[in-house]
């Protein structure tokens, strides 16, 4: 087993995920349009205190429903919400070679909603990863520094020893910052080609 601990983000890395599909999903439960619904239910305030674990469950769905007038049960509001994801084979299939010899984390922006539901969609996958470092779980959000040292904490791994594939370049500088490696993902990428350059075996 390497000393490398390799590190994913969830969301446009393992699964992609649709905002519009979860609004589109939301418009059968109100009569606002589409793109409205996108907007309150992605509204940058909100999001981000949903994910830091500020804002409660029952308190989200009361913004929610208070901003679209939307009366439907909770699980039905909660499946419209979550089910948003899809499988990137292209990531997911290298993951079980991956975990034969490197230890596997996930550190990932989300909420209490989508975790719930991606951790069971993704099972298969995540079922190879060590810890699971979620944003709402330990009250703080990439890419501010303090969840990479909770990472680092959590999993008793050195800086220098995490290598970071992420989607975005703010999240990847500030793991730099922090001593750690990174990749900027993006679907174009053969991320096979670029971890084995970094000195990563399958």
Known sequence: MSNKVLVFDFGNVIGMFSHL????????????????IRTVLFEETTENELEKGNISPEQYRKIIR????????????????????????????????????????????????????????FNHVLGHFDSLILSHEVRCRKPARQIYDILNEKTNTKPADCLFVDDLHA????????????????????????????????
Request: aromatic letters at 8%; hydrophobic letters at 40%; glycine letters at 2%.
């Open 21 to 36: 599909k979860a609004a589109a999903q939301m418009s059968q439960h109100c009569n606002k349009n589409i793109e409205t």
């Open 66 to 121: 208070d901003s679209l007038h939307i009366n439907c049960p909770d699980h039905e509001f909660d499946h419209a919400f979550s089910d948003m994801f899809t499988a990137n084979d292209a990531v997911c299939n290298i993951i079980p070679h991956l975990a034969k010899s490197h230890r596997l984390v996930l550190l990932s922006n989300t909420n209490w909603f989508h975790a719930k539901r991606f951790l069971t969609q």
């Open 171 to 202: 999240n990847i500088q500030t793991a730099k910052d922090c001593g750690w490696d990174g990749i900027v993902y993006h679907p174009e990428i053969n991320l096979e080609k670029e971890l084995m350059s970094k000195g990563i075996s399958f």
